[in-house]
């Protein structure tokens, strides 16, 4: 089986047989004798490209997750022997891992909390333990502004960079894993009735997929995006990076990288327009004129989010509004709407997008509660005169206010 030493293609085919056998229920003991040469010469890209493979033969996202997780656990020594991404700091990868090493700082602290709760009997102490316990779960919410950057800054720019990018959708999913399950161990630590059984395996399951998740950043994803994406892409990430923010680490200081690159036509999405020379460019409505800089302001005034999608289901537009609802950046811009949502999730925008280019729907409502507010999000399919679809546009609206009004109001206040 010495083939597999030098021949790529070969020992990626044998991963991927593995995975898919070992999902599908094949004995593990059995698969490894098999595949031993291919496990112990595995690279991080090999990785990549295996869990790609498996996302495109529809393997149900649950069952991958768990195939992965035992997976990895037999290439855990074949994946230690390879390098983590060697940066400065001040990388946008180095930063993530800087998040990383703040995350697991929190998360040793609280392992002895939760061992506590489990020992204590005393109400009142098991009630102090369990509050400081439920403070330090919140606070690990923090976190999301890693996750965050991750899906609408990093996942685009490498999806445009590395064409076997849908790995990403699984760490996507497992980021929801986390939001869920903090979520609800958030809820049970501060229930009137104590559920030790249930808490516990909720600690559990989130310490599991945080760490996880650190672990493949660290070992598979970030050495293939470090030689996959050019140096002018990361400190543009950066550059993006602050309207989300970080998370643990004080903010810091956008530093170039010292390598040149050539910018290639991919590289460009998502570029400001230069305003200076272009502010001023006339647009003939037919209701009437405004410049270009007037139009941005009327766009990014109205108190709501607008998204726009083209004919070919790529995001075209987005307004930048004060306050906004969900995380936007430029990295988005030309990127499917398909990959612009979790797995578990985007049939129903594939529906929603079928039904416009079918013609059986014009529009549609969803309404959420987020953050104690009440949250309006419409889509309005766009038909030229000719009544072709041109694509779709997401227009999210806090009504919270505006569901409380009665009455008149004719006088200004």
Not at 139 to 150: C, G, I, N, T, V
């Amino acid at each position: 089986m010495s083939e597999f030493i030098n021949n790529n293609q070969a020992r990626v085919d044998s991963l991927y047989d593995f995975c898919f056998q070992l999902i599908k229920g094949a004995k593990g003991t059995d698969l490894i004798k098999k595949h031993q040469s291919a496990i112990d010469q595995l690279t991080p890209n090999d990785i990549v490209l295996v869990v790609h493979r498996l996302v495109e033969a529809n393997v149900p996202m649950e069952d991958l997750k768990l195939g992965i997780n035992k997976a990895l656990n037999v290439f855990h020594k074949a994946i230690q022997n390879h390098p983590k991404a060697q940066v400065s700091p001040k990388h946008f990868l180095g930063i993530m891992m800087q998040e990383n090493d703040e995350l697991d700082t929190r998360l040793k602290e609280i392992k002895p909390l939760a061992k506590s709760i489990n020992s204590l009997k005393d109400g009142k102490e098991l009630a102090a333990e369990m509050s400081l316990l439920k403070s330090k779960i919140q606070a690990l919410s923090e976190m999301d502004k890693h996750y965050q950057r991750k899906e609408n800054i990093f996942f685009p720019y490498f999806e445009n960079q590395f064409p076997e990018y849908k790995c990403l959708g699984v760490m996507w999913s497992i980021h929801d894993d986390i939001r869920r399950v903090q979520k609800q161990l958030v809820t049970e630590l501060q229930s009137s009735f104590i559920d030790l059984k249930l808490i516990n395996k909720l600690l559990g399951d989130l310490f599991f997929f945080m760490y996880a998740i650190i672990s493949r950043e660290e070992y598979l994803l970030f050495p293939v995006a470090v030689n996959a994406v050019s140096d002018e892409l990361w400190d543009e990430m950066n550059k993006q990076s602050y309207e989300i923010g970080f998370s643990f680490i004080e903010t810091p200081e956008i530093v170039k990288t010292n390598k040149k690159s050539v910018k290639k036509e991919s590289d460009m999405k998502g570029e400001e327009l230069d305003m200076d020379q272009l502010g001023d460019t006339v647009l003939n409505f037919e209701t009437g004129l405004m410049t270009l800089k007037q139009a941005m302001m009327l766009f990014n005034h109205l108190p709501v989010d607008i998204t726009m999608i083209d004919e070919n289901d790529r995001v075209c537009f987005f307004s930048n509004p004060k306050e906004r609802f969900f995380p936007r950046s430029k990295a988005i811009i030309g990127r499917t709407v398909q990959n612009c949502h979790p797995p578990e999730s985007v049939h129903v925008v594939v529906d929603l997008v079928n039904a416009f280019k079918s013609g059986e729907k014009d529009s549609e409502s969803f309404w959420i509660q987020m953050k104690g507010r009440f949250i309006l999000i419409q889509y309005f399919a766009l038909r030229d005169e000719d009544n072709a679809y041109k694509g779709c546009i997401e227009v999210g609206q806090d009504i919270t206010d505006i569901r409380k009004l009665d009455g008149e109001k004719r006088l200004m206040d």
